[in-house]
């Protein structure tokens, strides 16, 4: 069992930064993989970023490549997203997820966050 709590949304104005973080119960947290995703009214979950648990293997979705960067630090069993670059199309509900499996896919996840609102103005 995981217990993910998010934290660090906002509102921040286009081309402004925020830093989420994903702090993780458990005493394995290096074993699992975080993901993050995000998601608006209407639309489905959006996949944003994954990091592997010990080796640290990063991916990214094509929306945020070279904005966003996804870290770790395995003795804090925490997950950061730092955010660069917002613009008003970030804009969402940002979800951490853990799953022992790294996947971009949101069905492979099987622990989520409860989810922090970014709000991004123009």
């Known amino acids: 069992q995981v217990l993910l709590v998010e934290s660090g949304g906002g509102l921040v104005q286009a081309g402004g930064s925020l830093r989420l973080s994903c702090a993780a119960s458990?005493?394995?947290?290096?074993?699992?993989?975080i993901g993050w995703f995000r998601q608006t009214p209407g639309k489905e979950r959006e996949f944003v970023a994954a990091?592997?648990?010990?080796?640290?293997?990063?991916f990214y979705g094509d929306s945020v490549k070279g904005r966003f960067t996804i870290s770790r630090d395995n003795a804090k069993n925490t997950v950061y997203l730092q955010m660069n670059s917002l613009k008003p199309e970030d804009t969402a509900v940002y979800y951490c997820?853990?799953?022992?499996?790294?996947?971009?896919?949101?069905?492979?996840?099987?622990?989520w966050g409860q989810g922090t609102q970014v709000t991004v103005s123009s």
């Open positions: 997820a853990a799953n022992t499996r790294l996947t971009t896919r949101d069905s492979e996840y099987n622990y």
């Open positions: 990091i592997g648990g010990s080796v640290g293997f990063t």
């Open positions: 458990g005493r394995t947290f290096d074993n699992y993989n």
